[in-house]
T-cell receptor, first 111, second 115 residues
């Protein structure tokens, strides 16, 4: 199966600074990598995803980069705001569109 | 679009009883639904994959006789926790996708507390 590692486990940033979360995966056949944001007690919400045919994707303040050779991908949040505080999960798709999730990263934006 | 609902949102039950959780796709036909379990401050752990009209595929270590999954229509999947015990207390979340789609859309989750 797929194994996804995510680090750091917690990240504190000052409001307005950038936050970067990195993930690695093990299955070279994986070709779809979504990122989810989960607020306490709520459902995971898809914030951005990337497929293996591109190296970078951007949506306003959020961007994701993918390095297939090194099997790692990263989430970049610029100009962080207090509402960005949440747990972020990376995931990689494998066999029959299943998702393997990383352990999550608690992001705290300090006003 | 791509809205998934779950019912109930929370349930408290006595040890030994069975609990049924419903997952519905409201505005699309979900050919595949997934069931996850999430313990506090932990990640989402896939329990099983269910395809409409087929038997569910369970992940290693998940007891299929304890966690009964039914996906009888393109908009509804149910998870029944049979003979629930305190260690089954968790946050159960479903997700759904449609044919050829890798993206999974998540329901709001069901918090189960077994006393």
């Amino acid at each position: 199966g797929e194994n996804v590692e995510q680090h750091p486990s917690t990240l504190s940033v000052q409001e307005g600074d950038s936050a970067v979360i990195k993930c690695t995966y093990s299955d070279s056949a994986s070709n779809y990598f979504p990122w989810y944001k989960q607020e306490l007690g709520k459902r995971p919400q898809l914030i951005i995803d990337i497929r293996s045919n591109v190296g970078e994707k951007k949506d306003q303040r959020i961007a994701v980069t993918l390095n297939k050779t090194a099997k790692h991908f990263s989430l970049h949040i610029t100009e962080t705001q207090p509402e960005d505080s949440a747990v972020y999960f990376c995931a990689a798709a494998y066999g029959n569109n299943r998702l393997a999730f990383g352990k999550g990263n608690q992001v705290v934006v300090i006003p | 679009g791509a809205v998934v609902s779950q019912h109930p949102s929370w349930v408290i039950c006595k040890s030994g009883t069975s609990v049924k959780i419903e997952c519905r796709s409201l505005d699309f036909q979900a050919t595949t639904m997934f069931w996850y379990r999430q313990f506090p401050k932990q990640s989402l752990m896939l329990m099983a994959t269910s395809n409409e009209g087929s038997k569910a595929t369970y992940e290693q270590g998940v007891e299929k006789d304890k966690f009964l999954i039914n996906h009888a229509s393109l908009t509804l999947s149910t998870l029944t926790v049979t003979s629930a015990h305190p260690e089954d207390s968790s946050f159960y979340i479903c997700s759904a996708s449609w044919a050829g789609q890798e993206t999974q859309y998540f329901g709001p989750g069901t918090r189960l507390l077994v006393l």
